[in-house]
């Protein structure tokens, strides 16, 4: 009994420092892409691609689960990515992709609105990003635990099953779903007040 409770104990404690450099490597590559996008914004101009982005109308006129989808994406395929033993590459990749993305998106509204280019940026981006952000750490971390434990499983190691990305990523669905709303209905409208 003492080296069953003894063993439980060692796994929760390593599986606690895995999540925290996990965490910190999802963490890094953001912030990488993040950079990365910043740079290449201040490189590319693209204007045009951004008022596309932010055409309102057609927004309002998409239907509610063609905006949900698109402001999942990256938490679907970071669910994805969780659920193969590609994730302990493909997450950290993701993870640079959506600070690129994030990045790119706020420098070149901040570039297409000279007066109030950060106002813009933080009305568009800041309210949904919040949730999103949130949600998708949330699910990578949980992810690339469960790709490292596939992976360790492939190799023939004992990897006892301590991650909840299943139960996580159903529990970050609601978050994700009011995410969609604001970006759906108060977004626009903030929007529509500043220009």
């Known amino acids: 009994m003492v080296k069953t409770g003894l063993f439980n104990t060692t796994h929760e404690l390593r599986y606690k420092k895995d999540s925290k450099l996990g965490f910190l490597l ?8 993040c950079i990365a996008g910043s740079l290449f914004s201040y490189l590319t101009p693209m204007n045009s691609a951004l008022s596309d982005y932010i055409g309102i ?5 998409s239907s509610v689960l063609n905006v949900f989808f698109h402001f999942a994406r990256f938490h679907l395929v970071a669910f994805l990515f969780g659920s193969s033993i590609f994730g302990i590459i493909l997450l950290p990749a ?5 600070g690129f993305a994030l990045s790119c998106t706020a420098a070149t509204i901040m570039s297409y609105y000279p007066d109030n280019g950060i106002i813009m940026a933080a009305v568009i981006l800041g309210f949904t990003s919040v949730i999103s952000l949130t949600c998708f750490f949330i699910i990578s971390v949980d992810g690339f635990m469960s ?15 301590k991650d909840k990305l299943y139960l996580r990523t159903f529990a970050c669905l609601p978050l994700l779903a009011i995410g969609t709303l604001i970006e759906l209905k108060l977004v626009p409208y903030l929007v529509s007040l500043l220009t």
Do not use: T
């Open 94 to 98: 993701l993870s640079f992709l959506r």
């Open 147 to 161: 790709s490292s434990r596939i992976f360790h499983l492939v190799r023939g190691a004992s990897a006892p099953k």
């Open 57 to 61: 109308g057609r927004l309002e006129s």
């Open 26 to 33: 999802l963490l890094l590559c953001f912030s990488a892409g």
